[in-house]
């Protein structure tokens, strides 16, 4: 059910436009609208929960469960030389926004903004 002001359910629902990466029943995926590298993405439960510690673990394990495939579309069109999964729990850890996600950091070498 979608939570009320959480910008990641807004998206969800398209009231917020994004450009997407993948989307099936359980998951969203899109471009994170600050590209730390070229092809950043952010992977979302449907399903609002705050972060990793409210996260139910079927809710975990559907998400988890499609991460490669998605990792491997990004690869296909940016073609980076590595990846880094990434995810921030409560505000110390860097959590901004409180809708679970997994960040998808395609890398490109030492130069490439990310460190
Ligand atoms: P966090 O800091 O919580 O781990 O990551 C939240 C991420 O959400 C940030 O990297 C930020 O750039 C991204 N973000 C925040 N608002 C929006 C938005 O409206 N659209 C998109 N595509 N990304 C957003
Ligand atoms: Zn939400």
Redesign the pocket.
Known sequence: MAHEDC?FCK?IDGE?P?AKVYEDEAVYA?????QVTKGHT?VIPKTHTKNIYETPPEVASELFKRIPTIANAIKKVYQPIGMNLLN?NEKPA????FHL?V?LLPRYGEDDGFS
């Open positions: 910008i998206i917020i994004s899109f471009l994170d609208i600050s952010l921030n860097d959590q901004s926004v996600h960040h």
